[in-house]
């Protein structure tokens, strides 16, 4: 692992490899399913995750923070899902969003194994998954998103991250428990 007080930087090209390969290893040992890379979305030309469909949002935390997506319609989720359950599903129920959300964070975990290596151990949080139709996702802050495209036949996906350096790089060493409740009584 690299030491805190030595990290690399991470860049586009990190991000971008680093999202092709655990893609691609996610679709063909978990799936079963080709899938090739497309164009490569580097910062200036990144869009909004689509309008309609499903997207799922995870959090990465430690020396470097952010976020990764992994966005499609709702017709290559349920394809996804149908081939990851061993089941069919025609259309999105809790069983597609799970299975999204579990390959999102399969996807990212594998990106996140990689990069720690040039910056050290990061934590990954549990996917939120959205679906539906007229929504926009953005970030809050200003970072720069970077993503993959990629194809499996005529549906299409986006893998994307947005990652920075921390600003508290102590944070991330000295983990602090949740907020205690205090004991409450019955009256």
Not at 120 to 144: D, K, Y
């Amino acid at each position: 692992m690299a030491d805190t007080k030595e990290l690399e930087l991470i860049t586009n090209a990190d991000i971008i490899a680093a999202i092709k390969t655990a893609t691609h290893e996610v679709f063909s040992t978990m799936l079963s399913i080709e899938i090739t890379s497309d164009e490569a979305l580097v910062p200036q030309n990144v869009t909004s995750a689509p309008a309609s469909g499903i997207i799922a949002l995870i959090g990465l935390a430690g020396p470097w923070a952010g976020t990764g997506s992994v966005a499609c319609n709702a017709e290559f989720a349920c394809k996804l899902s149908s081939q990851f359950l061993m089941a069919e599903y025609p259309e999105v129920n809790d069983d597609v969003l799970d299975a999204v959300a579990e390959i999102t964070n399969m996807i990212h975990g594998n990106v996140k194994t990689m990069l720690e290596q040039k910056v050290g151990e990061m934590g990954l949080s549990t996917p939120t998954v959205i679906f539906g139709h007229n929504f926009q996702t953005r970030s809050a802050r200003t970072h720069e998103w970077t993503g993959v495209r990629f194809k499996c036949g005529e549906h299409e996906m986006c893998v994307q991250m947005c990652l920075a350096p921390n600003r508290d790089p102590a944070a991330h060493r000295d983990l602090r428990p949740g907020f205690q409740f205090p004991q409450m009584s019955n009256s």
